[in-house]
């Protein structure tokens, strides 16, 4: 008896490290360069989304930001992140000038998702704000206005975030150097001009409300706002959080009981960090329970403060209100649950990634592509189960037999599941599903490596999706397309997760399972 307890708590705790994956967690992307994060949670919705724009610099090419694209992540769990691929050219938007997609947010009322982003127009220096308008919240949007939804006519004009108050009263807040705010029509697109200098209200930077003033670049006081806000409400306390202090920047927050302020500054959140980036942009959710903070480093892989990347922190509410100090670190945050490997998972839901780019067109819906020898992909925290995989199904187009895809257990050195000769399809738009035994039984929780190898420079193949097959799941019935990619316990048959399962079949660890209450 106690040697059986032992094992247990034994396997209890392996279960657990495993599942509290040690390896870095942020930057949450690492495929592209991803800027100014804008986490977002939406009513019936299980994932949190996060809106960027793409930093694409180039340097010795570029002398600035260059940002052409914006792109939407979701994820279940916090450390799987799929990417859904360019939701948002520039060139959605007629009236704008290539490289200057700078912040951005999304929202939803009455079930259409409204993206405010900041764009400049030809020969003209100001950013300008619009809305691109979808009915998905992964898109792909068009742009809702033709035109910009307001134009100050002084500059300053970036970095839009929206906030929807409780009683059905949207509120657009903008700025840099200057912060400004306006109401928005119910229809979202359209500024209420009954408040402000056309709709546009000047909220004054004074020190009792931002912690300083700046005067020609020169901040009297301990701090003052820069640009960045982002809007919320907790309980009865609404939270404007912003960029501070000047570049390099670091995050403040000031508190009011209404969302027009008086505004009272609070303190820093995120003091200036070491993380490679002279700017820092944030946004927080709540999600399944947690408070989360994103913001951006230079993090990634050849990146800097031109080429930023997404990372993301816990945070906590103190019960007087006030926001705990956040620190940036390499290893981010937990997992909340496991992905199953037994459902079918997009090829560009990642942990990390390098070399490979992530695409979409209408027929194929987004896929991983760019895929050369040496690229590599990572997903992490897969439950096996106990009985564990005996084989990978995966949909590829080759236009080469050039390719081989090499699956391993955990890391770069991990067991080799699987060495995969990919061969030709008849070309990369070709594509068919292919299953292949497994030379090892991954069973337990484990992260799974993905690497490539090929002959020359030439792009290998194209990957859609992978699922991989345990002993007893061949013949469920393929959930995948209106299934949650990750596993809790128990799914239905309809591929949702069943938190208290009662009388009836469902799925569990790939296998059907019959309930019987
Ligand atoms: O990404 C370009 C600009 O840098 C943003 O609009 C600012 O918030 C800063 O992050």
């Keep these: 008896?106690?040697?059986?307890?032992?094992?247990?708590?034994?396997?209890?705790?392996?279960?657990?490290?495993?599942?509290?994956?040690?390896?870095?967690?942020?930057?949450?992307?690492?495929?592209?360069?991803?800027?100014?994060?804008?986490?977002?949670?939406?009513?019936?919705?299980?994932?949190?989304?996060?809106?960027?724009?793409?930093?694409?610099?180039?340097?010795?090419?570029?002398?600035?930001?260059?940002?052409?694209?914006?792109?939407?992540?979701?994820?279940?769990?916090?450390?799987?992140?799929?990417?859904?691929?360019?939701?948002?050219?520039?060139?959605a938007f007629a009236w704008a000038r290539e490289g200057t997609c700078w912040a951005s947010q999304c929202v939803e009322r009455d079930g259409t998702y409204y993206w405010y982003i900041c764009l400049s127009k030809p020969n003209d220096w100001r950013h300008y704000i619009g809305v691109g308008k979808s009915d998905k919240p992964s898109g792909p949007?068009?742009?809702?206005?033709?035109?910009?939804?307001?134009?100050?006519?002084?500059?300053?004009?970036?970095?839009?975030?929206?906030?929807?108050?409780?009683?059905?009263?949207?509120?657009l807040y903008w700025g840099n150097n200057k912060l400004r705010y306006a109401k928005l029509r119910k229809n979202m697109i359209l500024v209420d001009t009954s408040i402000g200098k056309n709709g546009v209200v000047e909220v004054e930077l004074t020190e009792k409300a931002f912690g300083g003033v700046k005067v020609d670049d020169k901040?009297?006081?301990?701090?003052?706002?820069?640009?960045?806000?982002?809007?919320d409400k907790r309980g009865d306390n609404y939270y404007l959080i912003y960029a501070a202090g000047g570049?390099?920047?670091?995050?403040?927050?000031?508190?009011?009981?209404s969302p027009e302020g008086p505004w009272t500054y609070m303190g820093q959140?995120?003091?200036?960090?070491?993380?490679?980036?002279?700017?820092?942009?944030?946004?927080?959710?709540?999600?399944?329970?947690?408070?989360?903070?994103?913001?951006?480093?230079?993090?990634?892989?050849?990146?800097?403060?031109?080429?930023?990347?997404?990372?993301?922190?816990?945070?906590?509410?103190?019960?007087?209100?006030?926001?705990?100090?956040?620190?940036a670190t390499r290893q981010g945050v937990k997992a909340l649950c496991t992905m199953s490997p037994y459902l079918r998972q997009q090829a560009e839901t990642l942990n990390a990634a390098e070399g490979i780019s992530v695409v979409g067109n209408e027929s194929t819906g987004v896929y991983v592509t760019d895929i050369h020898a040496g690229d590599?992909?990572?997903?992490?925290?897969?439950?096996?189960?106990?009985?564990?995989?005996?084989?990978?199904?995966?949909?590829?187009?080759?236009?080469?037999?050039?390719?081989?895809?090499?699956?391993?257990?955990?890391?770069?050195?991990?067991?080799?599941?699987?060495?995969?000769?990919?061969?030709?399809?008849?070309?990369?738009?070709?594509?068919?599903?292919?299953?292949?035994e497994l030379t090892n039984t991954p069973t337990g929780i484990h992260d799974v490596h993905f690497s490539f190898i090929g002959t020359g420079d030439a792009t290998l193949f194209n990957w859609d999706w992978w699922q991989f097959n345990g002993a007893t799941s061949s013949g469920i019935e393929n959930l995948q397309?209106?299934?949650?990619?990750?596993?809790?316990?128990?799914?239905?048959?309809?591929?949702?997760?069943?938190?208290?399962?009662?009388?009836?079949?469902?799925?569990?660890?790939?296998?059907?399972?019959?309930?019987?209450?």
């Design 1 to 91: 008896m106690e040697k059986l307890s032992i094992k247990t708590s034994f396997l209890a705790l392996s279960i657990l490290m495993a599942s509290n994956t040690a390896v870095a967690q942020n930057p949450i992307v690492t495929h592209c360069y991803t800027a100014d994060p804008a986490p977002m949670v939406f009513e019936g919705n299980d994932s949190l989304y996060v809106y960027c724009d793409e930093d694409m610099n180039i340097p010795g090419v570029h002398d600035f930001y260059y940002m052409d694209r914006y792109r939407v992540y979701s994820t279940v769990d916090m450390v799987n992140w799929t990417d859904h691929g360019i939701a948002m050219p520039r060139t």
């Design 269 to 327: 959140v995120m003091t200036q960090q070491n993380t490679g980036s002279f700017t820092n942009h944030s946004g927080i959710v709540n999600y399944k329970g947690k408070d989360y903070f994103f913001y951006h480093t230079g993090w990634a892989k050849g990146g800097g403060g031109f080429n930023r990347s997404m990372a993301v922190e816990e945070m906590t509410f103190a019960s007087n209100g006030r926001i705990l100090p956040v620190t």
């Design 247 to 257: 570049v390099p920047e670091h995050i403040s927050y000031s508190m009011s009981t």
């Design 376 to 436: 590599s992909m990572r997903v992490a925290n897969v439950d096996f189960g106990s009985e564990g995989a005996q084989s990978i199904t995966i949909r590829v187009a080759a236009k080469s037999n050039n390719g081989t895809l090499v699956v391993r257990q955990d890391n770069t050195k991990g067991k080799i599941l699987a060495k995969i000769k990919i061969e030709a399809t008849g070309g990369e738009n070709v594509w068919e599903e292919r299953t292949f």
């Design 481 to 517: 397309d209106k299934a949650p990619l990750h596993n809790t316990t128990f799914y239905t048959l309809q591929g949702i997760p069943a938190e208290n399962p009662t009388q009836g079949i469902y799925i569990k660890d790939g296998k059907k399972v019959v309930i019987n209450n």
């Design 141 to 171: 949007f068009k742009d809702a206005r033709k035109q910009p939804i307001l134009d100050t006519g002084e500059g300053g004009d970036i970095d839009p975030s929206v906030f929807i108050d409780d009683d059905g009263q949207a509120y």
């Design 219 to 231: 901040v009297t006081g301990k701090d003052c706002y820069e640009e960045g806000p982002w809007l």
